[in-house]
């Protein structure tokens, strides 16, 4: 079983759709969760952290369950600027350090016009 | 403005030549990480280093060296015992994102081979 597992998609929405990615990962000691955000053939970028209450960043929300260990994040009101490749991010180590991150192959997501 | 910095963008390698990638940051970040990205795949960890003069095998570091001689600077050479060196390789370092340790890259460097 791969430690983060994502649809990889494509989702192809049109704009202003409400879209959901989701995220599980095996290693129950993870403290530390992330969605990145990378462009064609760029670098990723941080998008945000997930935080156990959940967490919202304008029209980005993120929610963390523990028990299932699953993250989300949900877009509202998609732009074309939102078309990227989305990773979900998880640390090894229950320190909640960075040190060593393990990140996801990726959703795509595509936003027509 | 602080950042990561790699160079060159890209880059073509000869077979049996070794090639490095230089990385430098001027954000004071201790741990710094070097990463391969191949098409459609998640990032897999090559090597990191959490302080300098020291570094630890990731998990796919073989046919790759690395040296930590200075806080800002992580190269990253790729030797000819790596058979299947054409990828994204991204340099990271760690710094605080709110209350959580993450990771920021520099742009990548792709590797050709011809």
């Known amino acids: 079983r791969k430690e983060v597992e994502q649809d990889p998609g494509p989702f192809n929405v049109p704009e202003g759709a409400t879209v959901a990615f989701n995220c599980t990962y095996s290693?129950?000691?993870?403290?530390?969760f992330f969605w990145y955000r990378q462009d064609c053939r760029k670098e990723p970028k941080l998008l945000m952290s997930v935080y156990s209450s959940g967490n919202e960043d304008g029209r980005f929300t993120a929610q963390l369950n523990r028990a299932s260990q699953y993250i989300s994040l949900l877009i509202r009101d998609s732009k074309l600027s939102d078309s990227a490749t989305y990773l979900c991010v998880v640390n090894r180590r229950s320190s909640g350090s960075a040190r060593q991150l393990t990140f996801g192959s990726g959703t795509q997501l595509t936003v027509l016009p | 403005d602080g950042g990561i910095t790699q160079s060159p963008k890209y880059l073509f390698r000869k077979e049996g030549q070794n090639v490095t990638l230089s990385c430098e940051q001027n954000?004071?970040?201790?741990?710094m990480y070097w990463y391969r990205q191949d098409p459609g795949q998640g990032l897999r960890l090559i090597y990191y280093s959490q302080i300098v003069n020291d570094f630890q095998k990731g998990d796919i570091a073989e046919g790759y060296s690395v040296s930590r001689e200075k806080k800002e600077s992580f190269p990253l050479t790729v030797t000819s015992a790596q058979k299947n060196p054409t990828a994204f390789y991204l340099c990271?370092?760690?710094?605080?994102?709110?209350?959580?340790?993450?990771?920021?890259f520099g742009p990548g460097t792709r590797l050709l081979v011809l």
């Open positions: 954000l004071n970040h201790d741990a």
């Open positions: 290693n129950s000691a993870s403290q530390s």
């Open positions: 990271a370092s760690s710094g605080l994102a709110g209350a959580q340790e993450t990771q920021y």
